[in-house]
Each structure stands twice: as C-alpha cells, then as structure tokens.
C-alpha cells in the first residue's frame, strides 16, 4: 500500500511541476541545452550524499535518480519516494549560475505524511499540504554562499517556489508554481 501511495504521489507531483515548466517556469537556457546535468548534495542527517550527472543524452538517468531518492529521503521514517527530477534541475541550475562545485546541504527533502503532520503540530511554517510529501521539494543551503543570495536567484529565475528561512540559515525550493515567501 506505501509504494502505490508512493507512486501516486509521484504521479501527481510530476504532473504538476511538468506543468508548472511548460508555463514558461523552466529557463530556456535550461530547457534547450543538451548539455548533461549533473548535481552535488548531502544530507545533513545521514551523511549521505551524491555528486555525479543525473541527465545525458536528452533523458534522466534511472540509477543516478534512484540514489539521489535515497539521499532525500525521510530519514525519520527511512522511507524514500520518488523525487520529482525538476527539482534537481533547479538545484543544478542555481549551482551553474552561482558558479559553486560546492554540495548542497539538504535539510529536508521527502517528508513521509506522517513526519510532515508531526512537525506541522510543532510549528506553524510547517505547511499541511507541503510539496515535501510530493517529492517536490527540498529546504537547501549552499556552503560559503549567502542564504539571501541564493534564494534572491532562485526567485529571479521562476522555476518554483522559493521559501528564505533566514533565521535557519536554509532556502526552501520547489518545482512547484513560482511563489516565494
């Protein structure tokens, strides 16, 4: 039953960011090149990371996106889903523009329902109908860049929502509607 609500999720969080590039979220740049992609993460819970490409040859690779599932993962749980790509696509494209080789911190990434309706209890910035629980987003910080920045850069570029929790020290992104808070 998890996996099929896995799935659906999946599903529907793909359909939704697909959209949300289609309307004109995705950069042309982006969208045009045929240049692989390649990304650099590491989640602060676990210690797991990934560095590599996620994208050659016009289509994502299946094994690289496996492994970047896992790394997001919710770690409280140990349960993975299937992250939407175009949120990796987001990611490569802010560590392009900022011409960083750096890892970015994931803070969180999936959230199981469970764990999001915990620490939406807890707190009020905590949404209960969060693109966490989709797939489709990640509270991200970059080393030796400025929160500020990268978050001013992520909302110049329209590609999804973007969250500053200054005080935290991490950005929100999402392949959702181009909102920011």
């Given at each position: 039953?998890?996996?099929?609500?896995?799935?659906?999720?999946?599903?529907?969080?793909g359909l939704?960011?697909a959209?949300?590039?289609l309307a004109g979220?995705?950069?042309?740049?982006?969208a045009a090149s045929?240049a692989a992609?390649?990304v650099?993460?590491?989640?602060?819970q676990t210690?797991d990371?990934?560095?590599?490409?996620?994208?050659?040859d016009?289509?994502?690779?299946r094994?690289a996106?496996?492994?970047?599932?896992?790394v997001f993962?919710?770690?409280?749980?140990?349960?993975?889903t299937?992250?939407d790509p175009?949120?990796f696509?987001?990611?490569?494209?802010?560590a392009q523009?900022?011409?960083?080789?750096?890892a970015f911190?994931?803070?969180?990434?999936y959230?199981?329902?469970?764990?999001?309706?915990?620490?939406a209890?807890r707190?009020?910035?905590?949404?209960?109908v969060?693109l966490?629980?989709s797939?489709m987003?990640a509270?991200?910080?970059l080393?030796?860049?400025?929160?500020?920045g990268?978050?001013?850069?992520?909302a110049?570029l329209?590609?999804?929502?973007?969250?500053?929790y200054r005080?935290d020290?991490f950005?929100?992104?999402?392949c959702?509607?181009?909102?920011r808070?």
């Amino acid at each position: 039953m998890a996996g099929r609500r896995a799935a659906l999720r999946a599903a529907i969080g793909g359909l939704a960011c697909a959209a949300a590039f289609l309307a004109g979220g995705a950069p042309a740049a982006l969208a045009a090149s045929g240049a692989a992609r390649a990304v650099s993460v590491r989640r602060v819970q676990t210690g797991d990371s990934f560095a590599g490409v996620y994208w050659r040859d016009g289509q994502y690779d299946r094994e690289a996106l496996r492994r970047l599932d896992w790394v997001f993962r919710d770690p409280a749980l140990d349960e993975a889903t299937p992250m939407d790509p175009r949120l990796f696509d987001v990611l490569h494209l802010l560590a392009q523009r900022m011409e960083s080789t750096e890892a970015f911190e994931v803070i969180s990434g999936y959230r199981a329902p469970e764990t999001n309706a915990s620490r939406a209890l807890r707190s009020r910035r905590v949404s209960r109908v969060s693109l966490h629980m989709s797939g489709m987003a990640a509270d991200v910080r970059l080393p030796g860049r400025d929160s500020l920045g990268l978050a001013r850069l992520a909302a110049e570029l329209q590609v999804g929502g973007v969250g500053l929790y200054r005080r935290d020290g991490f950005v929100h992104l999402d392949c959702g509607p181009a909102r920011r808070w």
